[in-house]
């Protein structure tokens, strides 16, 4: 690991730093400071973390003797999954793509704990240096960046207030969970003074348009009010006032395992409100400043939303509720956020738990800031911009576009940025990979194939026109590629069907079944040829076997379709007024699914119940709403089943293996999920294989089964 990436100040003197094999010097004073193991150590702090001295030692030595992923997976994917992603995730700097820097950056991470943020950093920018305090963490991290052959890491033991570095040296500088705790680590300070100093050192290292990004919670966030833990170590500590706080801590006396909080100094973990940020970031020189919500908090930022983007922000709570309400049940506690958060969007989303702000000079963040055309961010700004015809960009004027949202997951190397025009028009969306990580291929063959089928259907007179998104360029900057495309006109079919009285309107849910039908039949057949031309890949092979044996078995399951492989309800726009729908996601297109896949897919992903129940904490309704679609008779089981018989009779299946292809569908998504390093994944698998055995033991009784009422009174044509 290079060690010489960047200049090293004496932190006594101000003097340039000479490296010796064993230690940093200085010719101006004579200082010196050891080189361990090839890190230069300049200041140390005894370890605090989320998890025992013992178990990080533990995970240390199996990383060291084998490799640090494999470690981190025995020791923590099925006993401590919030470790597991906290170590191993890349998406905890999810933001990058929203960065208005190019490849060429020199970054330093402040606080890099076990390198995972480091790691997302150097896979994108020329130059990371890493500081961290705590020898554990610096020794982890030096075994990840040499194993990853992160060549360019440069690892630092120090502290935030012991930085080696000359001014105007970083163009980023990551702060993420830090800030809060400066308060407790400069005692000679009060703790907003002990910030703003910090803030302000960090801010002379930058160079002249860097950007500073903080991770951090809000003071007013809504789980404060619902007692979420605060820094020291008890809830609602932080909506006390400061001197209410620290008497209220002396005479609790927490013992908080995440760091030495010594109570007796009273309440030194600050946190704002976002106008408190703010306020703190201008009396720190830092004149311009973006705030992002990241909902499942700024240490899995897998989405973000601006909160300047009001409307994307309502529309998020809205979604968001509904869905859980579906799926987990009904809440008083989120009955609460269902009134609150809503109304208070337009106050700058006073409420919001998470921020992640992204601060600079007075020209940092500008769009036309020199430094801006070399990043990722803007190039995909000022081609959204020019989407429309000439007349549309002549009545509008200069259309100024900008991310609004970033949506990824867990462990996946792939997020998607919505960009929209100052009024809050979607202009276009953008899918985002990093080509120097796995998976790295399926946004290029996404946006191929999305070519290949527009193509493939045009000449022809099929009801496809405007279903998918009009693929516009594919664009490569440093080791990001982007695809730019049309967003998809209408409602998301989940938004739709996750609201209270979607499956109490019949005639709207049948319109919109027989649609997606009308649509599946069409183009089953296109998609039958694209496979034929070699345009469509074929999924893995260990993913088409039954649960029981490892072989592909023979018979009605051997059939092969080509299907779009995602095809749930999030995918899949509705447009009301012109009775249109659009697909989108096309990147898991593939060929050797069995017949009906998309639309048992989509099926299930409606989450269809008779009546809302009544679920224990942490439980879901997907085994009862599947079982409910697909084994009790109702006049939605009824309407699948008719529209079920309608693609089997115009593809040519024979409708009496239709259960047979049901169970097929849902062993091959256990198998999907098994093959995945997410304990997510794992419990989706667990429950993909309860509703195996469901159909197992209950093949009689399936909708779908031979020997039914409904299987005799819905007649083949011309029978």
């Not at 990093?434 to 070519?451: C, D, H, K, S």
């Amino acid at each position: 690991m290079n060690t010489t990436l960047v200049r090293q100040r004496c932190p006594k003197c101000g003097g340039a730093l000479g490296h010796a094999p064993s230690r940093m010097e200085c010719p101006s004073c004579g200082s010196s400071w050891p080189v361990i193991n090839d890190v230069p150590v300049y200041a140390s702090a005894k370890y605090f973390g989320e998890v025992s001295r013992d178990e990080i030692g533990r995970l240390l030595a199996a990383a060291a003797t084998g490799h640090w992923l494999e470690a981190v997976k025995s020791h923590f994917r099925d006993s401590n999954p919030d470790m597991y992603y906290y170590i191993a995730d890349l998406t905890r700097a999810a933001w990058i793509p929203l960065l208005p820097l190019g490849p060429g950056s020199t970054v330093l991470d402040v606080g890099a704990g076990l390198g995972a943020i480091t790691h997302a950093l150097a896979l994108n920018y020329h130059r990371v240096v890493a500081v961290e305090p705590i020898d554990e963490r610096v020794a982890f991290t030096k075994i990840r960046a040499r194993q990853e052959r992160l060549d360019n890491v440069e690892l630092i033991q120090t502290t935030v207030t012991e930085l080696p570095f000359f001014e105007n040296t970083f163009d980023l500088i990551v702060l993420n969970g830090i800030l809060e705790w400066i308060g407790e680590w400069r005692r000679d300070l009060h703790p907003r003074e002990a910030q703003i100093e910090t803030l302000r050192d960090l801010r002379r290292l930058l160079k002249p348009g860097g950007i500073i990004l903080i991770g951090i919670e809000n003071r007013i966030g809504l789980g404060s009010f619902l007692s979420r833990v605060d820094h020291s170590g008890l809830p609602y500590t932080s909506l006390m006032p400061r001197a209410v706080a620290s008497a209220y801590l002396k005479f609790k006396k927490p013992a908080f395992h995440r760091a030495s909080i010594d109570s007796t100094q009273g309440y030194r973990t600050y946190t704002y409100s976002p106008r408190g940020y703010l306020k703190l970031l201008r009396e720190a020189g830092f004149h311009s400043a973006d705030f992002w919500w990241p909902p499942d908090g700024y240490n899995a930022p897998h989405g973000m939303l601006k909160l300047s983007d009001l409307r994307e922000i309502r529309s998020h709570y809205r979604r968001d509720l509904d869905y859980k309400d579906r799926v987990n049940g009904r809440t008083l506690r989120r009955q609460l956020k269902g009134w609150v958060l809503p109304r208070t969007a337009g106050r700058a989303t006073l409420f919001a738990d998470d921020l992640v702000i992204m601060a600079g000079g007075k020209h940092a963040l500008a769009r036309n800031h020199p430094d801006s055309a070399k990043s990722l961010s803007e190039a995909l700004n000022r081609l959204a911009a020019g989407i429309g015809t000439a007349a549309e960009i002549a009545h509008n004027g200069q259309n100024v576009c900008h991310a609004s949202t970033l949506t990824s997951h867990r462990l996946r190397n792939k997020s998607v940025l919505s960009l929209v025009t100052t009024d809050g028009s979607l202009k276009a969306v953008a899918k985002v990979t990093n080509r120097a990580l796995p998976g790295a291929t399926a946004i290029e063959r996404g946006f191929t194939f999305l070519q290949a089928l527009r193509a493939a259907w045009q000449p022809r007179n099929l009801p496809l026109k405007g279903s998918v998104p009009v693929p516009i360029t594919l664009l490569r900057v440093g080791p990001l590629i982007a695809s730019l495309e049309t967003p998809a006109p209408g409602m998301r079919l989940q938004d739709l069907s996750m609201a209270r009285s979607y499956f109490a309107d019949r005639q709207k849910v049948e319109r919109h079944l027989d649609l997606i039908v009308s649509w599946l039949i069409p183009v089953h057949s296109v998609l039958g040829e694209l496979a034929a031309s070699g345009a469509i890949k074929q999924i893995p092979p260990h993913w088409r076997r039954t649960l029981e044996s490892s072989e592909e078995p023979p018979g009605p399951r051997s059939i092969s379709w080509s299907q779009h492989g995602d095809f749930f309800s999030e995918n899949v726009f509705i447009d009301e007024t012109s009775q249109g729908l659009c697909v989108i996601d096309w990147d898991g297109v593939g060929h050797g699914y069995p017949p009906l896949f998309d639309w048992f897919c989509l099926v299930t992903s409606l989450y269809y119940l008779r009546h809302a129940p009544s679920l224990p904490k942490g439980q879901t309704i997907d085994a009862l709403s599947f079982r409910q679609t697909y084994f009790e008779h109702s006049w939605f089981s009824d309407l699948v089943v008719r529209l079920t018989y309608r693609i089997c009779d115009e593809c040519g299946l024979d409708r009496d293996h239709i259960t047979e292809w049901l169970q097929e569908y849902v062993a091959l998504r256990c198998c999907q999920f098994q093959s995945s390093s997410s304990p997510e994944d794992k419990a989706w698998a667990d429950r993909y294989r309860e509703f195996y055995e469901w159909i197992l033991g209950h093949r009689a009784e399936c909708i779908f089964a031979a020997n039914t009422a409904t299987q005799r009174s819905i007649r083949r044509p011309g029978r």
